[in-house]
């Protein structure tokens, strides 16, 4: 099972950004998306499709359906500046090949 | 707090076998799957394998043949061996939970900072 992700998108401060995760029917399954910033550990942002951990900021969200699934960094800061993977499970972990998101 | 602490020797030679243990703390093993992953340097995460907290595993299909996890509730860690290492083995290996509880898998909620493990003869 593939889970593909485009290699960068780039956003400017304060404006919204999207990063999407196609695979097959992936909407029939539950995705989750990571957070990775240099030099640190990922960090869960979404689970479940759309469910945010405590801690993280509202302006993360995420939805799943048919083929793809998308997360969206509303009021994107520099701060979010990262490589975002996506994960889903299928007989096994799989992870998306990430997206690097530039913050213009 | 739920803390993860990968532990192990950073240099592993060609052949070899790789051992890398993770420390739990804050949080008992309870019914969830504990997990390995790793990422090559500039590379994107590869999901190795898991163990259960009942001591059953799950892998990766392209790594199963070399891969071996296993769990010790009564020292608070689980491990993961890779044998046969080759140069391509050289990643830094995170240990995770998985927020899904009775058999259930969810997301990876919790992480270690990672061990640098370099393959070479």
């Known amino acids: 099972y593939e889970l593909t992700q485009p290699p960068s998108v780039s956003v400017s401060p304060g404006q919204t950004v999207s990063v999407t995760c196609s695979g097959d029917?992936?909407?029939?399954?539950?995705v989750s998306w990571y957070q990775q910033k240099p030099g640190q550990s990922p960090l869960l942002v979404i689970y479940r499709d759309y469910r945010r951990p405590s801690g993280i900021p509202e302006r993360f969200s995420g939805s799943n359906s048919g083929h793809t699934a998308t997360l969206t960094i509303r009021g994107t800061q520099s701060t979010d500046e990262a490589d975002y993977y996506c994960?889903?499970?299928?007989?096994?972990?799989?992870f998306g090949g990430g997206t690097r998101l530039t913050v213009l | 707090q739920v803390e993860l602490q990968e532990s192990g020797p950073g240099l592993v030679k060609t052949s070899e076998t790789l051992s890398l243990t993770c420390n739990v703390s804050g949080v008992s093993f309870g019914k969830n799957f504990w997990n390995w992953i790793r990422q090559s340097p500039g590379k994107g995460l590869e999901w190795i394998g898991c163990v259960y907290s009942d001591g059953s595993t799950i892998y990766n299909p392209s790594l199963k043949s070399r891969v071996d996890i296993s769990l010790d509730a009564s020292k608070n860690h689980f491990s993961l061996k890779l044998n046969s290492v080759t140069a391509a083995d050289s990643a830094k290996y995170y240990c995770a939970r998985d927020s899904g509880e009775g058999g259930a898998v969810e997301a990876l909620d919790f992480w270690g900072r990672g061990s640098l493990v370099t393959v070479s003869s």
């Open positions: 994960l889903v499970w299928h007989s096994a972990w799989v």
């Open positions: 029917k992936v909407g029939e399954k539950a």
